[in-house]
C-alpha cells in the first residue's frame, strides 16, 4: 500500500496536490492519502482534521508495516527521525528557507527533488541525504497558448495560490507604482488562484483609485485558457522548488517576467523572458514597463 501523507490535498492548493492526484490516480487500488481536510483510500472518501489525520498516520505506521509512505511535506517528516526501518520516499516539492533544518537528520531518508536545484539547497543542509532529482513534468496544450489580443489594453497576469511566498502582496505593490509611473499606458490585472489569502483582503491592499483595473477570477481548472489573451505572465514568488507556471507560461509562449532565482534561470536567452530583483516591488514595477516596452519586438521577432 502506497500511503499518501500531505497538509492539505485539495488539487486547487498547488503542484503537491497535482502530483499526488495523478501518483494516486495511477495506483488507486493500492494507494491511500491521509491528509488534515481529507482521508480517501479505494473505498471512501471521508472528512478529517489533524487529529484524525494524526491518529491514522500512526495507525498505519504502527499496524502495517509493508506499507511504502510518499511523504509531501515537512511536517510529516518528524516522526520519522526516530523511526528508521520504515518504507519512506520525501518527495520535495518546494524549498523554505526557514524551515530546512529537520534535514540535518534525516540521512536513512529516502528524497526526490522536483529540481537538481532542489537537490543543491538540501545538500547544502546536509551534504549526507540520499537524493534522487526526477524533474517536475510540463503539460502542453496548444489550446491554450498565448494569443495576442491587440485592443490597446496591456493586460498583466498572476497564476498561483494565493499566499504570501507567491508573492502577491509584492505584485500588487508593483502594479500600483507601474500605474502611477506610465499613466498613458490602459492596462489590467488578472489574478487566478485561491489559498490562504481572501480577494477581500488582498482587495483592500489596493487604492480604490485602481481596484477597477484589478480582477480576482479565483480557482480556475483552466486558468491558461482563462488568461490566453494575457500580454504579460508575472511569476513573483519569494521561492520555489520547480516553479510550474513559470514553465508552463513559456510552454505556452507567453512572454514572463519572474523573480530572479536560480530554479527560473535555465531559459535566459529568450527575448520574452525576463527578470526582477527577488522581493523588490520597485525593479518589478520598472521590468513591467520594460515588458510593455519591447513586447511589440518580441512579437515581431516570432515569440
Known sequence: MLVHLINHSAENLGGAQKVLKLIYDDNEEHSKIISFDYIKDKSRQRRSNYLFATLAFFSDLIRKHSNTFIIHHLIFLIPFIFMRNTNSIFICHNIFPSKNFIFKHLTHL???????????????????????????????????????????????????????????????????????DNKHINTELHIVGSGELDPQQLENVTLSEISNKITFHGYSDAPFTLLKHVDLLVVPSQFEGFGLVYYEALERGHMVLASNLPVFRKKTDDLGVDFFIQNDATDLAHKMANCRDKQDLWITAGS
Open 110 to 180: 529516502k528524497i526526490i527533488a522536483v529540481s537538481s536545484e532542489v537537490k543543491d539547497y538540501l545538500h547544502a543542509v546536509n551534504p549526507k541525504l540520499n537524493i534522487t532529482v526526477i524533474p517536475n513534468g510540463v503539460s502542453v496544450n496548444e489550446a491554450e497558448n498565448f494569443k495576442r489580443d491587440d485592443n490597446g489594453i496591456f493586460k498583466i497576469g498572476f497564476i498561483g495560490r494565493l499566499a504570501k511566498e507567491k508573492g502577491i502582496y509584492l505584485l500588487l505593490e508593483a502594479f500600483k507604482t507601474f500605474i502611477a
